[in-house]
């Protein structure tokens, strides 16, 4: 935060980022309860069409990210995104909104944030020094999830009074205050970046080169393939939980998202810490993850699904923060963009399938079958990073009298 640049663009971000929170919120609630009788399966093709862009248009996003000014990027890609949440947000007030005009929106908006998610990602790179970047990445992640805290909250509440459609129309006034950290920010504020030589699909192809040739990247890259397709599915997990399995009302459902976020930003701060985090860390994540996401399929009651939730958002936000940090740190800087929007598209690329599966699952079954399924996908996650420490590392155990323990070799 002693970087002029990064703090302008911080505090940005942090308004928009709680917009962003309360219309995910207001989205899935007028998909459940207004324009279907809480039909998780509506719930996940909303979420396939956000997503799926991500991957069918990585070859554009990673070369843009890359080749073009990334301010400039960042304005147009949160300018749309504005402007969407105001046409939802009038659709929806004057009550003409439909189901399928909620899938085209979120098909614009997931088109949109594809080639936003790439630039932003690493656009802190050029905000403050390399040195810095990890704990930058994390305190991202910290506003990220402080308005994941207030911005379900808000809008639960604000649902309840006035109705999802003015929750939109908040969120598209946001993006003036991220327009506005963007606008700030001089051309001296910005560190210089090496430009790539390659072109057109040579482009993409080094950022895959770059991934398959490093490990470490590769095993991060598996690992939250499995995580991010089948266990950060909390846009499934809470609202058919919340409907289906406690029946509670809007505020509530805004309440469990908030208070997760509460784990999420505690995770977020302990990732900030670490200057360099390693494999350890994003283990320690995975495992958590998984026995966090038990618990929550078993829990009887709302509180007691509220407390373990806590738990569910450390453990998340230590994996999500410390992946993104690994990959970032391991990546050299003109294959930066290329490689994230990979990153992007293998953590967030697999949510559509996941998202129908789960959603299929939680109508077929019940909303506790989804969640257990995400805590196996979680432990397949803990086995592919141990299965690199054991080839690339040298794990293996060692026998000191009756004491069994594990050791990386020297």
Do not use: C
């Not at 459940?32 to 396939?48: I, K, P, W």
């Not at 990210?65 to 949160?78: E, I, K, Y």
């Not at 007030?93 to 690493?122: I, K, S, W």
């Amino acid at each position: 935060m002693k970087v002029r640049a990064y703090r302008v663009w911080a505090a940005g971000a942090a308004v928009s980022n709680v917009g962003t929170w309360m219309q995910r919120t207001a989205q899935d609630w007028l998909v459940l309860t207004v324009l279907t009788h809480s039909s998780a399966t509506a719930l996940g093709v909303v979420t396939a069409l956000q997503f799926t862009p991500i991957v069918l248009l990585l070859p554009l996003t990673g070369w843009a990210s890359d080749h073009l000014d990334r301010r400039r990027l960042l304005m147009a890609t949160q300018a749309v995104q504005g402007v969407l949440a105001l046409a939802l947000g009038v659709l929806t007030v004057t009550g003409l909104v439909t189901l399928g005009q909620v899938y085209v929106f979120a098909l614009l908006l997931g088109v949109t944030t594809a080639f936003d998610g790439p630039a932003r990602q690493t656009f802190v790179a050029e905000l403050v020094p390399e040195t810095e970047l990890g704990n930058a990445v994390a305190l991202n992640s910290t506003s990220f999830n402080l308005a994941r805290m207030v911005g379900p909250a808000v809008a639960g509440v604000l649902i309840a009074a006035v109705g999802t459609g003015w929750v939109f129309l908040l969120n598209g006034l946001s993006f003036v205050a991220v327009l506005g950290s963007l606008l700030l920010l001089r051309p001296a504020d910005l560190r210089a970046r090496p430009r790539p030589t390659a072109t057109g699909r040579a482009s993409l192809l080094d950022g895959f080169r770059a991934v398959r040739s490093d490990p470490l990247t590769s095993t991060v890259m598996l690992m939250m393939l499995l995580v991010g397709t089948f266990g950060l599915q909390f846009q499934i997990f809470v609202p058919t939980m919340s409907v289906a399995e406690f029946g509670v009302g809007s505020a509530a459902y805004g309440m469990l998202t908030s208070v997760m976020a509460v784990g999420s930003v505690a995770g977020a701060l302990l990732a900030a810490r670490r200057s360099r985090p390693g494999m350890a860390a994003l283990l320690a994540g995975a495992a958590v993850f998984a026995v966090g996401l038990g618990l929550a399929a078993a829990a009887p009651g709302y509180w007691l699904f509220a407390v373990v939730l806590v738990l569910v958002g450390v453990a998340a936000q230590t994996f999500s923060a410390t992946s993104n940090t690994l990959v970032q740190l391991s990546t050299a800087p003109h294959l930066r963009g290329r490689v994230m929007a990979i990153y992007l598209a293998v953590a967030r690329g697999g949510a559509p399938v996941g998202a129908l599966l789960l959603g299929w699952v939680a109508d077929a079954v019940d909303p506790r079958a989804g969640l257990t399924v995400g805590a196996l996908a979680a432990l397949g996650a803990v086995v592919i990073g141990l299965r690199y420490l054991v080839r690339h590392r040298g794990l293996h155990v060692e026998h000191e009298s009756w004491h069994v323990h594990l050791a990386l070799a020297a």
